[in-house]
């Protein structure tokens, strides 16, 4: 399934829908895919495969402790292929989301193409602007993949446009001006920001990330958003009450979408 | 003139970081060139170099030193002279001036041994402004010392627990500090290098060095060197020594990277020399990685130069092949910082000390290139006080476990 039908299909749910995170190779390659897999069996519409890096600016301490753990058990750029190629056929798009210079090192188009062959629909990139990603423009063509890049509350509205122009499946709007984490409560620049992307989107569906965490507050962000990330509540489920509480928080989350 | 508009240097430099910072890395470019384009700014900022850091620093003639090699002149750019001892007070009171400009009150600034973190406490305590340092966990047990300096100076420090527990982690917890309270504060990075404009700016603050050089080795010999050294850390003293030389075409420039126990055992920090192209901490330049592009974790006697990247216009400037840039190892480090200290009464930096080993393993080479006894700088970018804790123990001057910090 591509990233749009499965917006499409939350769309005429009349929800919004679940996107969620896990790194690879968290806590192990293995159980990660098990990980994944539970995550889409209990309600998840995306998915996103986290690709553990040695730096990773945008994140909070929640997926720097799980990435870091990842990366000290070994796990390599072509577990993570393998992760998306072991969970893409149970019916979600699967997207990574990389930090750059792991997919620069790899090169970008053995990337594209090895990423396209294991059935993954995209690439979510954090600190990749349209402005430097020629090369990756390129691939993504070549490959046909989503490409996702994220915009914020301190984007100006010419940037937005720009940004938005670049992106296919869906635009990442960063709800707060911060790193990963969950957060008690949502932000309120989040519909803001949402409503300069979608007057800049047109069809394409707009997620919010960062600080999700319950169902409540997947419903809250829901009501104007078209996709609700969620990435360190469920890294801090897994490891902490394994996949049992994986599963009940993603049951919790999809159903503050579907109430 | 290099960087483009986007801050490239050909392929290196430009920006990989959030969007969500691109707004004040904009911002941030806007204010300084207006700056550097107003004399009120400019002005101010010299005024402050000369009468509170105290530049012009002395260029000073080596005359010990170059009889004791033979055959050479030995210019050495004092700017362990300069209050807090060393180039880098000249970055930090560009940018803490620059952020008063802004109208911003806060300044963050990462660092590894101490000593950017000490010049940047240095200038928000003379420029009224809250100043938080990150410092890796396992750096502030190295350098308690620097630790009470900054914390004498008003400054918070934020041992760092993440990652690897240095530098380079500090950079990410200061970036992380950034994206999240950027409408207050001034991100104070301590080298040439990060996302555009950070080269070109730091790199336009430091670039006195240089160009008093010049003007200095011009009156003193009536004619340019026929080299200039500096170590390369990050790039700030170097890039800011070789600035105003590049139009120069008959002076060579060598940048020396720190080569740790020698490059061919992995334990090392020189970026260029020893490393492959990639991009960290918001450019593309040379970096330590390891075949998926993980960064590798750098390794130098001198806390200044364990960085395991480098500022891109340096990896432009060696691509070009404008700039000549070697390793030098701990050893050979150790080495020139025991020759100053007794041939001229000047203990440098162990950084520092790079610059002149580098220079003398080259002068046999550029003697036979030139066919004449060279005149040469030697950028002595700082001050050997913070460093002897690491040579007592190197040279054995300790009674086993005495000195602390
Ligand atoms: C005295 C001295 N020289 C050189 C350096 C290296 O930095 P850069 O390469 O940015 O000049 C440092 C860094 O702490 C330093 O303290």
Redesign the interface.
Known sequence: MTVSVAFEKARAEGRAALVGYLPAGFPSVAEGIAAVKAMIESGVDLVEIGLPYSDPVMDGPVIQRATEQALAGGVRTRDVLHTVEAVSGAGVPVLIMSYWNPIEKYGVDAFARDLAAAGGSGLITPDLIPDEAEEWLAASDAYQLDRIFLVSPSSTDERIAMTVAHCRGFVYATAVMGVTGARDSTSSAAPTLVSRVKAAAGNLPVGVGLGVRSGAQAAEVGAYADGVIVGSALVSALADGGLPALRTLTQDLRSGLTA | MLPDD?GHFGPYG???????????LDELDAHYRKAMADPEFTGEFERMLREYAGTPSLLYDATHLSAHVGDVRILLKREDLNHTGAHKVRNVLGQALLTKRMGKGRVIAETGAGQHGVASATAAAYLDLECVVYMGEVDTKRQALNVARMKMLGATVIPVT??SRTL??AI?EA??DW?????DTHYLLGTAAGPHPFPAMVRDFVRGIGVEARAQCLALTGALPDAVAACVGGGSNAIGMFHAFVPDESVRLYGFEAGGDGIETGRHAASITGGS??????SRSYLL?D?????IESHSISAGLDYPSVGPEHAWLHDQGRARYQPVTDAEAMDAFALLCRTEGIIPAIESAHALAGMLREIPALRAELGHEPTVIVNLSGRGDKDMHTAGEYFGLFDSGEVIG
């Open positions: 986007r430009g920006r990989f970081v959030p969007e969500a910072l691109i707004a004040a993440t990652g380079k982690d990410n970036l992380r994206v999240t309270n950027v409408d192209h990639g991009v960290l901490h918001g990685q075949e998926d592009g993980q960064t």
